[in-house]
Nanobody, 125 residues
Framework: QVQLVESGGGLVQAGGSLRLSCAASGRTFSTYVMGWFRQASGKEREFVAA????????DYADSVKGRFTISRDNAKNTVYLQMNSLKPEDTAVYYC??????????????????WGEGTLVTVSS
């Protein structure tokens, strides 16, 4: 059974950094796309970043390009989201997700097969 467990959220001041982790288990993820999504209070869930587990291409939402970086550690079966230059509008619950049969578009919430429980990131001004 696939399990995705996020960690690393917390409270940080604007301009600061956080690194989120997503520990993945229950499958071999080498053919999966792994994504990060977020949901702010009162808003819809939105795409943040995604990458194929094998590496190479990485996709980012325009709002985080140049500030966030998605990466993975094969040995630890973990995907990371490094978040720099955080802004109050980055405040949200961040979710890790996995797409077992990825197509050409990696930002579709409906395409994700597995989700973690989320970790809260709060950026104070």
């Amino acid at each position: 059974q696939v399990q995705l467990v996020e960690s690393g959220g917390g409270l940080v001041q604007a301009g600061g950094s956080l690194r989120l982790s997503c520990a993945a288990s229950g499958r071999t993820f080498s053919t999966y796309v792994m994504g990060w999504f977020r949901q702010a209070s009162g808003k819809e869930r939105e795409f943040v970043a995604a990458m194929h587990w094998s590496g190479g291409r990485r996709d980012y939402a325009d709002s985080v390009k140049g500030r966030f970086t998605i990466s993975r550690d094969n040995a630890k079966n973990t995907v990371y989201l490094q978040m720099n230059s955080l802004k109050p509008e980055d405040t949200a619950v961040y979710y890790c997700a996995a797409d077992k049969l990825p197509g050409s578009t990696w930002s579709r919430i409906q395409a994700m097969d597995y989700w973690g429980e989320g970790t809260l990131v709060t950026v104070s001004s």
